[in-house]
């Protein structure tokens, strides 16, 4: 039975702008810069591969490849009138590494970075006509560059690609790439012609129809669903073909803002009967989740699935999640297991994969404006072997709210749920949090770049600032507003684009002035006690192969639920 908790946040009179920097009278440490190298012209975005080996960087005129620990160029791909906006890095295999990016007119690609030379695999929406142009919107690539998602509009409508890369055939086609390429008997430099991408779209859902189903639990399945979907139809927001609309005073208006949000899962919990596997390849996703703006439902679709239907066919989803209000934005916890959606009214619910059940459904009463963002403050257990342990950790979630408050709210199996208030709303709006990211190799830890262009380590569970990150006098952050950066988990690191300050030097002619700033965590004696070992490999919940595997660890839950708030009783 789901209750839900009414908590009054309590924000910290001594916190100010982001939040407190410690106790009365203390300075914040400062980290100082590790190094620093000059960047192409016009550099946009920058991105780091999975083992730190590798930067890619997306500016004016292609992209190029950089060693992460000389800072030194190792490959570029140049092309006239192209320039980069976005990037994405994965390590497909040794060697071996992806790049998703898009171009400044909303067109995709997918490049190969292999022995000191990056390959154009795909173009993911090529432009045949341009009054039909399909416009990327937004574009991933999973870890290990198997799929691949990206949110496509044109005309007004938008949709969800979901991408299975062929990634066995364009290894072998890079090997013999470059095989030829050595071989002194080559005839040429012939194009190679690499594998194409398979591609399902995935469309806003419509309620589904057709004669009453005989099976009784087939048809109170499609009942079921039926229902949820009708609520995303009968609000004041509806789908029609593929577009949305809004009622007001009786007349019926387009919006032009529609989007969709996707997250891929790993696997979790109940698997479908037909996959008779106990566990998939470390870090390789089994499944997308999928919620478009307006809706109150998330969707979870079988990748397995999606990449076998037919190219005209409409994949129908696994899985519905059903939530009261609309979600305004939504998040997954490192491992996927739990999903935590923000909704109207400040309302918070987080599912639970692992039992179908949400962990949790709160009322943040303190919220002063709608949520915009949530984030996870993933943290890993002490031992990887403890599943119990595993099952009852506590989780942490930043909401992130229109008007730059931000709350806190703490969860868990056996534990009381909980809602703070972590900062008030910054009296200057210079002092707006622009850029808030988890940093997975320090515990607890937030990234915080400040529209100031102030950067700092943020502790969130104690609520602290750790230390500041300050770039050099004579430099500034570029676009504080939007700040260019990549974190280097393995080799502890950020990166960080600069730019020198006009009134520090004049202008060279042509020259770069971009410099890319270097941050190191691992020797620093402020941050060695939150650092945290990760693992070669992605931590993976349990996931369950039959119904009463998945009984008897909701079960196990339920218990570890029950002597944990008999605790929490006692203590109190």
């Excluded at 996707?262 to 989740?289: D, E, Q, R, Y």
């Amino acid at each position: 039975m789901m209750t839900m908790h009414c908590t009054k946040s309590t924000p910290d009179s001594e916190m100010v702008g982001v939040c407190k920097s410690g106790a009365p009278g203390e300075e914040t440490p400062t980290l100082q810069l590790s190094s620093a190298a000059q960047l192409p012209q016009n550099t946009n975005c920058l991105a780091c591969s999975e083992d730190s080996m590798y930067l890619g960087l997306g500016h004016a005129g292609g992209l190029s490849v950089w060693c992460a620990s000389s800072l030194s160029p190792v490959a570029e791909w140049l092309q006239d009138t192209l320039e980069i906006t976005k990037m994405e890095m994965t390590r497909m295999a040794k060697d071996v590494y992806l790049l998703g990016t898009t171009d400044d007119m909303g067109v995709a690609r997918v490049y190969a970075y292999h022995h000191e030379t990056i390959h154009l695999l795909s173009v993911i929406n090529t432009v045949e006509n341009v009054n039909q142009r399909t416009v990327c919107l937004t574009f991933e690539l999973s870890k290990g560059g198997v799929y691949g998602a990206a949110s496509m509009r044109c005309n007004g409508d938008v949709w969800l690609e979901v991408y299975h890369f062929p990634s066995e055939a364009w290894l072998k086609e890079l090997e013999k790439e470059e095989s030829q390429k050595q071989d002194e008997n080559s005839t040429g430099n012939a194009d190679v012609k690499w594998s194409p991408v398979a591609v399902s779209k995935i469309k806003p859902p419509k309620p589904p129809k057709g004669p009453t189903l005989q099976d009784p639990y087939k048809r109170s399945k499609a009942d079921f669903l039926a229902h949820c979907l009708s609520l995303d139809v009968e609000t004041s927001s509806y789908q029609r073909e593929g577009q949305s609309f809004r009622v007001e005073s009786g007349k019926t208006k387009k919006i032009n803002d529609r989007c969709c949000t996707h997250h891929f899962l790993l696997p979790c919990g109940l698997l479908p009967a037909k996959n008779t596997k106990k566990s998939s390849p470390a870090g390789l996703p089994v499944a997308i989740c999928v919620w478009w703006s307006g809706n109150h439902n998330l969707l979870q679709y079988s990748l397995e699935k999606t990449s076998k239907i037919k190219p005209d066919a409409e994949p129908m989803p696994d899985m519905l999640w059903p939530n009261a209000k609309k979600i305004l934005c939504s998040a997954v916890s490192n491992c996927t297991r739990y999903i935590a959606v923000g909704l109207e009214g400040a309302i918070v619910c987080v599912w639970d994969r692992m039992s179908g059940s949400p962990l949790l459904i709160v009322l943040v009463s303190a919220a002063d404006s709608a949520f915009v963002k949530v984030q996870f403050v993933d943290h890993r257990p002490d031992s990887a072997d403890d599943t119990s342990q595993y099952i009852a950790e506590k989780v942490h979630l930043l909401f992130f709210c229109k008007s730059g408050v931000i709350h806190i709210v703490t969860t868990g199996r056996g534990t009381q749920s909980h809602a703070a208030q972590l900062t008030e709303r910054p009296a200057d709006s210079r002092d707006l949090p622009t850029a808030i990211a988890s940093v997975p190799f320090l515990h607890g830890l937030f990234l915080v770049v400040q529209r100031n262009g102030k950067i700092f380590l943020q502790d969130v569970i104690n609520q602290n600032i750790v230390c500041s990150l300050t770039p050099p006098a004579s430099h500034l952050i570029t676009t504080p507003c939007n700040p260019i950066y990549a974190l280097s988990i393995v080799k502890p690191t950020l990166f960080i684009q600069g730019e020198l300050e006009s009134s520090c030097s004049a202008p060279s002619e042509g020259g770069s002035q971009s410099q890319l700033f270097t941050f190191y965590f691992g020797e620093s004696d402020v941050t060695k006690k939150y650092m945290v070992s990760l693992r070669d490999s992605p931590r993976q919940a349990v996931s369950c192969v039959n119904l009463e595997e998945s009984c008897n660890l909701y079960l196990k839950q339920r218990l570890l639920s029950v002597d944990g708030m008999g605790k929490s009783v006692v203590d109190t």
